[in-house]
């Protein structure tokens, strides 16, 4: 695990990976960072866009070279209040989700016929909604450890409201932001006035890129572990650790240990799950014959996955006397949704709806 990855060095804004002396932490300059972000931003643009070059793509690239000029003019950077500033790796992840989600759906939006721009659009109504989402259940389900100091006093006052929104080392719930999304998602349909799921099938993968993405944030953060593991690709986490502490209280782990016994990367088995499922929705997207149908076998398929997947997670107890985790109690709704839906479309005579018909009235 790493939960700060590197720090960005404002006052050494082309620096390459150098060793910040005060943290010991790789120091990259903001100008090499951002130079690298424009490339792959604008060559993703490129590519979405049936790599064809526009001016566009042009005025793009001309605004990434505008700002490396301001900020590498001397004394621009040592106006702000800091000279460094940290990267997690959990946040780093996140944003490395969202702008590959939304790349991809762009891809399958201009396959749907449907202007790419309007990702953009959508992607605010999505991600803000589902941050908000997945704090708030993870305030729900955790907040008798958020809330409480180093000495387990209860925090009051800025310091409770400061430790509600600080997500500098995890802390979202993914039915949570998956509800809150789904919020923003019909809102925006509302607002547009465009049919739900015929976009719904479109942006399917994006949402499993997204999760693919996020649960590599979450094996760096050590959020998320599993139950022990007697195979070779068994975890051990450090003393320290968000494992290493949850297991001492539970008594697994003694307080002096090292670290922790090999737990199984169920991070990583949720990471390869949601690459996965993005890879077989896109697929079936070219081929479905309902608008619906890409949304109710990504539902299916999820729940599935997820069930199977927390009997080897160790981050979760039973609960309402059961050895089912509330995540698999989640998984169990969407299943049954995903399957009603499938139903649905099936009886409800919309089989007549082909591909191009699928396709929902937009306009930029």
């Known amino acids: 695990m790493r939960q700060t990855l590197f720090r960005i060095a404002f006052d050494q804004p ?29 060559a993703a643009q490129w590519w979405v866009d049936g790599r064809q070059w526009s001016r566009a793509h042009t005025r793009q690239a ?106 500098s080392q995890g802390g979202l719930v993914l039915i949570g932001a998956l509800a809150g999304g789904a919020v923003g998602y019909f809102g925006f349909c509302a607002r547009r006035k465009i049919a739900p799921l015929p976009l719904a099938d479109v942006i399917v993968p994006s949402i499993f890129v997204g999760i693919g993405f996020g649960r590599l944030g979450c094996l760096l953060n050590g959020c998320c572990f599993g139950d022990a593991c007697s195979l070779p690709w068994g975890l ?62 990504g539902c299916i398929l999820c729940a599935i996955t997820r069930f199977l997947i927390e009997f080897l997670r160790n981050d979760e107890m039973g609960q309402l006397g059961t050895r089912f985790t509330i995540s698999q109690f989640y998984s169990m709704g969407i299943l049954a949704a995903g399957i009603g ?13 082909d591909r191009a018909g699928a396709r929902p009235v937009m306009s930029a």
């Open 14 to 42: 082309w620096a390459c990976w150098a060793t910040d002396a005060e943290t010991g932490f790789p120091l990259v300059g903001i100008c090499i960072l951002l130079l690298i972000v424009g490339v792959v931003w604008t």
């Open 62 to 167: 001309g605004i990434w070279a505008a700002i490396l000029i301001v900020l590498s003019i001397p004394g621009v950077t040592s106006l702000l209040p800091f000279r460094s500033l940290p990267v997690f790796g959990y946040g780093f992840m996140l944003l490395l989700g969202v702008m590959s989600g939304l790349a991809l759906a762009r891809r399958q939006a201009r396959l749907a016929g449907i202007d790419p721009d309007i990702m953009y659009d959508m992607g605010y109504w999505l991600v803000i909604p589902g941050i908000i989402g997945g704090r708030l259940a993870y305030l729900a389900q955790y907040g008798d450890h958020v809330f409480v100091d180093i000495s387990g006093r209860p925090l009051t006052g800025a310091a409770r409201l400061f430790a509600a929104v600080n997500l």
């Open 236 to 297: 051990s986490f450090p003393a320290g650790s968000v494992p290493f502490e949850a297991l001492v209280e539970r008594g697994f782990v003694d307080r002096l240990a090292a670290g922790t016994m090999p737990l199984h990367p169920t991070q990583i088995y949720s990471s390869i799950d949601g690459f996965l499922l993005a890879f077989i929705t896109a697929t079936y997207f070219r081929v479905r014959t309902r608008p619906g149908d890409v949304l109710a076998l």
């Open 341 to 353: 839906l499938a139903v649905y479309l099936r009886w409800s005579g919309s089989r007549g709806a």
